[in-house]
Every structure is written in structure tokens, then in C-alpha cells.
């Protein structure tokens, strides 16, 4: 009987064993898996809009329970080559609330004209309590305009302009007074056309 039980336990012990073995190679073969799907995990593409964060906030929403805290983040996007974006998104995270803001912008992309790297002709763009004037300028000039005014300007693709703001120095107002300017311009082409004449008689 002794000896019977003492082969049981060997058995037992080497079954356990060899479980054992069989674990240990299935998570290893298990990690080999993960660290292959890590490797092979798709790389994001370059995207052809370049985006800047102008303004984060933390808004609040007085509710029956309470106050309800979200963030809301002010995104221009833009290509460089005379189209440009803003969108306004909210969110309880500052990554999602950045992501919803660059997907509006890129659905409301607009087409700015632009010559020899400035704009055709003085402009007021005016929203809300801003107004912001802005004027063609010489090559060399570079990008005189405050910084709401400046990543609206440079993501268009405009490198020579004056700008000077009045009234309200919100972000928001800034940006979307600096869109109503830009919306505002007009090509000699394009004036010709409505007229009914040439370049050359304007």
C-alpha cells in the first residue's frame, strides 16, 4: 500500500509538472503574440492640414444635481496654400475635446485668396465686440499680429501682413473676426467678373 501511494504521488507530482511546462509556453508563446501585435500595429499617416491649439478652457454647467465640468478647446486648422479652419469642441477630456474641435475645423475649411504672399487689399474682419484691420504689406514684412490673429494668418499661408486688433481681446472673438476679415477679400479676377469687365479696365 505504501509503496502504491508513494508512485501516486509521483505521478501526480510529475503531471503537475509538466501542467506547469505547458503554461509556461503558452504565455510565453502568448507574449510573443503581443509583442508581435505591438510591432505590427499600423503607423498613423502624415496629415496634409496642420493644426494649432489656440485656447483650452474649463467651462461649467449648473445642473439640477450640481455643476457638470467639461473642457472646451479652440482648434484652427489649415494647409498653408490659402485654406483654413476653426472648430469649437467640448468634452470631459482635453484630448477628446482637441479632437472634436480639429474634426469641425477640417468641415469648415475655407479658400482665402492670396497674392505674392499677402493679401489683395485692406480688409476689417468684426465679430462680436472685435474688430481687427488688416492690411497688405511688402515682402520681408513677415507676421505683424497678435497671437489668436497669428495662427488663423500663418496656417492660411499668408506671410507678409499688418494687422491691428480693437475692441475685445477675447481668443475666440479674435479668431473668428480674423476668419470675417480674410472671408471678406477679393481677387482683381473676381471683381472683374461680378462687374463684367476686364482686369485691365478696373
Not at 23 to 43: I, L, T
Amino acid at each position: 500500500m505504501a509503496e502504491n501511494e508513494q508512485i501516486n504521488v509521483e505521478n501526480t507530482v510529475e503531471n503537475a509538472t509538466a501542467e506547469g511546462k505547458e503554461v509556461s509556453k503558452s504565455k510565453k508563446s502568448a507574449g510573443f503574440k503581443k509583442a508581435d501585435r505591438r510591432e505590427r500595429a499600423p503607423k498613423k499617416e502624415a496629415s496634409e492640414f496642420d493644426k494649432r491649439v489656440v485656447s483650452v478652457r474649463r467651462v461649467t454647467k449648473v445642473v439640477k444635481g450640481g455643476r457638470t465640468l467639461k473642457f472646451s478647446a479652440l482648434v484652427v486648422v489649415g494647409d498653408g496654400k490659402g485654406r483654413v479652419g476653426l472648430g469649437i469642441g467640448k468634452s470631459r477630456e482635453v484630448s477628446a475635446a482637441i479632437e472634436k474641435a480639429t474634426t469641425i475645423a477640417k468641415k469648415n475649411m475655407k479658400a482665402i485668396p492670396i497674392v505674392d504672399g499677402t493679401i489683395p487689399h485692406e480688409t476689417t474682419g468684426k465679430f462680436s465686440a472685435t474688430n481687427i484691420l488688416l492690411l497688405p504689406a511688402p515682402e520681408g514684412t513677415g507676421v505683424i499680429a497678435g497671437g489668436s490673429a497669428r495662427a488663423v494668418i500663418e496656417l492660411a499661408g499668408i506671410k507678409n501682413i499688418v494687422t491691428k486688433r480693437h475692441g475685445s481681446s477675447n481668443k475666440i472673438n479674435c479668431v473668428k473676426a480674423t476668419m470675417s476679415g480674410l472671408l471678406n477679400l477679393k481677387t482683381k479676377e473676381e471683381i472683374a467678373r461680378r462687374r463684367g469687365k476686364s482686369v485691365d479696365e478696373i
